[in-house]
């Protein structure tokens, strides 16, 4: 991470659609709080195409390799048109291995559960996701599921560690193991091995398509969650759905030298320059940031702030049934963040 006296150096990513918007409003709340960041701001998506050619021009990869540390908004794919997706391109680039998704129960939210905290860890470099396919025969087209011991005892390890430093109590691995037997063995018996390591946090194992049903029966009986790449995609938004939905959502992607922390919502097109996107989840990504580069308590008061203009329900956004702008959910957040302060 890269420090200059009290001062952070991070890097913002803005993104396309209502990805300005949103980051805009996420870097004036962080900054509400009197923490010290200088934000060095680049360009990926569509004006980066336009500008340099490239999605993801080398002086972005530059400037997150040299600050170790981003804030990113949603970028668009263009589809069809022979270019490779950005978040994935960013994490194979950056070693990003370890995908952090947590969801909490928020007042005011559109969830019929309460008192949720869950964390998802994904594996977030290999699997089907690896996009090794091939077509064999006419009609017939054959994709390579990858799965390592390397990459398998390391995201273990850091699912592990997250939940011993985080207090936590369980995780649970999810798996196919029992038609999988190579590659889902492989990554199970590597994580039975990392978790003999940590006796003192509970370790459960579920077959991934029960644990789906569990976790819209009961998701209060989960804590941490470790799974595959594919697994995690799939469960992770349906983490986001118990809570609210994509708005709410706030996800890292975490390596050894850098880390890139995002909304994990697209760039919602229709609605870009109209001042309509809830800025919540990227707000929250930015908490996650703050926990990364040792400004915890920054993200506490930050976190307290949205829950307090969730309760009194005077802004809302349209997602959730409201009628406030960006700014004015910011603002609100800005204006709860002073009264902490205090």
């Known amino acids: 991470m890269s420090r200059i006296g009290n001062t952070h150096r991070v890097t913002l990513i803005p993104g396309d659609g209502i990805g300005p918007e949103v980051t805009d409003a996420a870097r004036r709340i962080i900054d509400s709080t009197g923490v010290r960041i200088e934000w ?11 500008k340099y050619q490239a999605i993801l021009p080398e002086i972005t990869f530059e400037s997150i390799k040299r600050n170790g540390v981003a804030l990113k908004g949603p970028i668009g794919t263009p589809i069809g048109e022979g270019f490779k997706s950005v978040n994935v391109t960013i994490r194979k680039t950056l070693d990003l291995y370890a995908n952090l998704r947590p969801v909490k129960s928020f007042p005011r939210t559109k969830s019929r559960y309460e008192n949720i905290d869950i964390v998802v860890v994904r594996e977030n470099t290999e699997d089907l996701y690896s996009g090794l396919e091939y077509e064999i025969a006419p009609g017939v087209v054959e994709t390579l599921k990858v799965i390592t011991e390397r990459a398998s005892l390391r995201i273990a390890n850091f699912a592990f560690k997250f939940a011993k430093k985080r207090g936590r109590k369980k995780v649970t691995v999810l798996h196919k193991a029992n038609i999988m037997k190579l590659s889902d063995g492989l990554f199970l018996n590597c994580v039975r091995r990392v978790a003999r390591e940590f006796p003192q946090i509970e370790y459960e194992e579920m077959i991934v398509d ?3 049903m569990q976790l819209v029966l009961d998701p209060n009986r989960f804590d941490v969650i470790l799974t595959e790449n594919l697994y ?7 983490c986001a759905g118990l809570v609210g939905g994509l708005g709410f959502a706030p996800g890292a992607n975490i390596g050894d030298k850098c880390a890139v922390f995002e909304a994990v919502h697209g760039s919602a097109p229709d609605i870009a320059g109209k001042n309509l996107a809830n800025p919540i989840a990227i707000t929250l990504s930015g908490v996650l940031l703050l926990n990364y ?7 506490r008061i930050i976190e307290k702030a949205i829950t307090r203009v969730l309760e009194k329900g ?3 956004t349209r997602d959730m049934g409201g009628s406030a702008t960006t ?5 609100a957040i800005i204006e709860e963040i002073r009264r902490l302060i205090k």
């Open 314 to 316: 005077e802004v809302l």
């Open 40 to 50: 060095e701001v680049v360009p990926a998506g569509i004006e980066a195409l336009e």
């Open 232 to 238: 995690g995609d799939i469960v992770s938004e349906i």
């Open 327 to 331: 700014t004015e959910m910011r603002d």
């Open 210 to 212: 029960n644990a789906c």
């Open 293 to 299: 580069i040792g400004e915890g308590k920054a993200g």
